[in-house]
């Protein structure tokens, strides 16, 4: 049996497809609910989530904690044991490349294009923006 896609979806991926709906992400959450791949998700990331779409969008925290509820259902919940300091330009970044290490992801999915995609790779992640990773596992979508 192959061995099933691990991923973690950063935040402004996770924003991008359930707040404010994009085709791309969209998809990609939509493989993402349909279990086409098995996604990783951290507390961190899940409360980054939260604070940007009440800070970004009028949808409110009912339908906020909807939305974050949405995410958990769909992932496994990881809880770093590591402490990564990788990226000094914004710590928090480092907590998603935590997230994907102490998920053991195949792929970090971001939309980060100024300090996490240009890594490439951390600790053999691969890390792709959204359309990169729709064309690289999912040709056609």
């Keep these: 049996m192959p061995k099933r896609l691990r991923v973690v ?3 402004s991926v996770l924003v991008a497809a359930l707040g404010f709906r994009g085709e791309v992400t ?3 959450w939509h493989l993402a609910e ?5 996604l990783f998700v951290s507390a961190f990331i899940l409360e980054e989530f939260r604070r940007v779409l009440l800070k970004k969008t ?34 928090t970044d480092n907590r998603i490349l935590e997230c994907a290490v102490e998920a053991e992801a195949d792929v970090l999915v971001t939309g980060n294009l100024k300090h996490i995609k240009p890594l490439g790779y951390f600790q053999g992640i691969e890390i792709l923006t959204p359309r990169e990773f729709l064309d690289k596992y999912f040709p056609g979508i």
Excluded at 34 to 38: I, K, S, Y
Excluded at 61 to 68: I, M, N, T
């Design 9 to 11: 979806l950063d935040t």
């Design 26 to 28: 969209g998809r990609i």
């Design 34 to 38: 349909d279990e086409d791949f098995d």
């Design 58 to 91: 009028d949808i409110g925290p009912e339908g906020v904690g909807l939305l974050a509820e949405d995410i958990r259902l769909a992932s496994a919940l990881v809880e770093p044991k590591v402490k990564i300091s990788a990226i000094t330009k914004d710590d």
